[in-house]
């Protein structure tokens, strides 16, 4: 398939961002040269034992909502994210997202159709097959929701690899399963079970709806091989980021990758969303973030074992063949 693309600058559309708390308030601006005011960031101490926090601009500043639990939607007041900014944006003093001399990392989207993201808020009516409207005309490759009025509901995700009407929790370890609760994806709608976790009635709810752009993004599975010389995954550009989740075991955890931890291969610095623990530096089951995709180099559970089928998310650095049929660097 050839990698050609209309995103010649992922920066516009993703970006990934390290940074220390200072415990007061600080403006985080991306490193890239490319401006970009994101819609959605996604935040994790890396040092210290915090919960994930998203947050997005359709629920607005200060509304976050805890990524490895199933808590309702919380409101930080300006101690969280106070602003989203032209090349970054703002936070308080809140634990999770600013503590003194902790070290973070934010993974932030801009919402556009061109990069095939959209943030789409509904109102839950508990009703079999509702269908509910987003605005990507495409059909989404990768969708999570979460209930924000419900604190004991999870994040279900669904993903284009799953076997069909099954979907997995994105705040668990758990493997895929059936039941239909987010389903029957087009290129105008998603469609929901009549249950608490999608669709719960009259709860306000948020679903994060991605679609594949070639040479920008990328949704699929791979079979792990136990191997150091492991699976090589062909994305059509060098990642940015990386999502990796075992769909056919549960007690395998999902793991987030990206170019800035380390910062060069081998990539073995991963976070976990099932969970708050701090950043895992074991180096037992490491990735390769390569010019046209990834491939793994151990043979644990997290990337590769043997057995088992694993979807991911990835999102680019750069394509590895831009719009002018120039190739990217392979560094």
Same mark, same amino acid.
């Not at 789409?120 to 999570?144: K, M, Q, W």
């Given at each position: 398939m050839a990698a050609y693309t209309t995103i010649d600058d992922s920066e516009a559309y993703f970006q990934c961002k390290l940074y220390t708390g200072n415990n007061t308030g600080q403006s985080i601006t991306f490193d890239g040269d490319t401006d970009m005011q994101p819609n959605m960031i996604w935040n994790k101490s890396r040092s210290n034992t915090e919960a994930h926090n998203m947050w997005d601009s359709v629920?607005?500043?200060?509304?976050?909502?805890?990524?490895?639990?199933? @808590?309702?939607? @919380?409101? +930080?007041?300006? *101690? /969280?994210?106070?602003?989203?900014? @032209?090349?970054?944006?703002?936070?308080? +003093?809140?634990?999770?997202?600013?503590?003194?001399?902790?070290?973070?990392?934010?993974?932030?989207?801009?919402?556009?159709?061109?990069? /095939?993201?959209?943030?789409? @808020?509904?109102?839950?009516?508990?009703?079999?097959?509702?269908?509910?409207?987003?605005?990507?005309?495409?059909?989404?490759?990768?969708?999570?929701?979460k209930n924000r009025s419900d604190s004991s509901t999870e994040w279900f995700v669904y993903h284009q690899n799953l076997t069909d009407t099954y979907n997995i929790k994105l705040s668990e370890n758990e493997a895929q399963?059936? /039941?239909?609760?987010?389903?029957?994806?087009?290129s105008s709608i998603f469609t929901l079970r009549d249950h608490n976790v999608v669709n719960g009635n009259t709860d306000a709810m948020i679903a994060y709806c991605f679609a594949e752009k070639q040479g920008f993004s990328k949704f699929g599975t791979y079979a792990g091989n136990g191997s150091t010389d492991g699976a090589f995954i062909y994305t059509g550009f060098k990642p940015a980021c990386v999502i990796l989740k075992c769909k056919s075991h549960t007690g395998t955890p999902w793991t987030i990758w990206d170019n800035k931890r380390p910062g060069y291969n081998v990539t073995?610095?991963?976070?976990?969303?099932? *969970?708050?623990?701090?950043?895992? *530096?074991?180096?037992?089951?490491?990735?390769?973030?390569?010019s046209n995709g990834f491939k793994c180099r151990g043979s644990n559970d997290d990337s590769n074992k043997s057995g088992s089928t694993y979807i991911y998310a990835a999102f680019a650095e750069s394509p590895f063949v831009n719009s002018n049929g120039v190739p990217n660097n392979a560094g």
């Open positions: 629920r607005g500043v200060e509304k976050y909502l805890t990524v490895n639990d199933g @808590s309702s939607e @919380s409101d +930080s007041g300006s *101690t /969280g994210v106070s602003s989203f900014d @032209s090349d970054g944006f703002t936070v308080g +003093s809140l634990d999770s997202m600013n503590d003194g001399s902790v070290t973070y990392v934010v993974w932030c989207w801009k919402e556009t159709a061109d990069a /095939g993201f959209d943030i789409v @808020s509904y109102t839950g009516n508990d009703t079999a097959d509702r269908e509910v409207g987003h605005s990507l005309s495409a059909t989404p490759h990768f969708i999570i929701v399963f059936g /039941g239909s609760y987010i389903f029957d994806v087009s073995n610095l991963r976070i976990r969303p099932d *969970t708050n623990n701090a950043e895992d *530096t074991s180096t037992g089951d490491p990735i390769d973030l390569l």
